[in-house]
């Protein structure tokens, strides 16, 4: 997907939706808001990662909103599972706070991520940074945008010039940390941390190049509309385009070329 691909001609309506998107973004971030750097319980799942009430009232705020607005529609979230028509077209991914290890230690880099999805394929997606008040937001067949102004990726086509990121080499196993440091250490710069925030700074042109693991759907669904719109390139390590079934790998990049060079250092991972 890129600026240029379709948004889906029997789909809903763009811009009554795009706006929608954004009216769900408004409620994460003030839910979030309320209960950043507040005394909040802290819960652990069974992987060990934090969860909080503001994450599961983020994703039971957002998830009213959408099925009072769209009874066709589902809804999948981190928090709540499935909900909503099992045969549903139309669906909606969330994330009601990606980089909750950040939101719980009162460190801004953490968001709110939305994607809305035709079938498996993710049209629209939104990267709401509450704690920092800035929203980006990708949608088929138009630019990216930063607070309602386009943004672009950097343009870098070369790792040796790239500055990169990934959220921590915790998430690697040793076959992908191996990888990850032949690709991070070749780079100009090689940074750790932010989340989802990582690929928002990479739309706005700040990073060029996110490779990751251990993703779940409801974590990069809402990244590939915002940093394709913006001109960048966002896979799996194999070169396919994220979907609903995509597994956890991640490469993301500012341009075809360097996603292209990066690729190459990653395909032999199994």
């Not at 945008?145 to 959220?167: E, V």
């Not at 669904?221 to 799996?236: F, M, R, S």
Request: charge should be negative; hydrophobic fraction near 40%; aromatic fraction near 8%.
């Amino acid at each position: 997907m890129n600026p240029a691909s379709p948004w889906p001609d029997d789909g809903p309506d763009r811009a009554p939706l795009v706006a929608f998107a954004g009216t769900l973004a408004d409620a994460a971030r003030a839910v979030a808001r309320r209960h950043f750097r507040a005394s909040v319980e802290v819960e652990y799942k069974a992987d060990g990662s934090p969860v909080t009430r503001a994450d599961r009232e983020v994703e039971e705020t957002l998830s009213g909103l959408i099925h009072e607005r769209f009874a066709e529609h589902a809804v999948t979230g981190e928090e709540l599972g499935r909900t909503g028509p099992s045969d549903a077209r139309w669906r909606w991914v969330l994330d009601p706070i990606d980089g909750t290890k950040n939101f719980v230690t009162g460190r801004p880099l953490f968001g709110s991520l939305i994607a809305f999805l035709d079938g498996d394929r993710p049209i629209l997606g939104v990267i709401e940074s509450p704690a920092l008040g800035e929203r980006y937001v990708g949608a088929a067949g138009d630019v990216t945008r930063f607070d309602g102004r386009p943004c672009r990726t950097s343009g870098c086509t070369r790792l040796g010039d790239a500055r990169m990121s990934a959220t921590t080499p915790d998430l690697f196993d040793s076959d992908e940390l191996v990888a990850f440091d032949d690709v991070s250490f070749a780079a100009r710069i090689r940074t750790f941390g932010g989340d989802c925030y990582q690929y928002a700074q990479l739309a706005a042109g700040h990073l060029d190049l996110v490779v990751e693991a251990e993703l779940a759907p409801y974590d990069l669904l809402a990244l590939a509309p915002v940093v394709t719109g913006a001109g960048g390139v966002i896979t799996d390590w194999q070169g396919e385009a994220l979907t609903a079934a995509s597994g956890g790998r991640i490469l993301a990049a500012a341009t075809p070329e360097l996603h292209a060079e990066v690729l190459v250092r990653l395909q032999d991972v199994v």
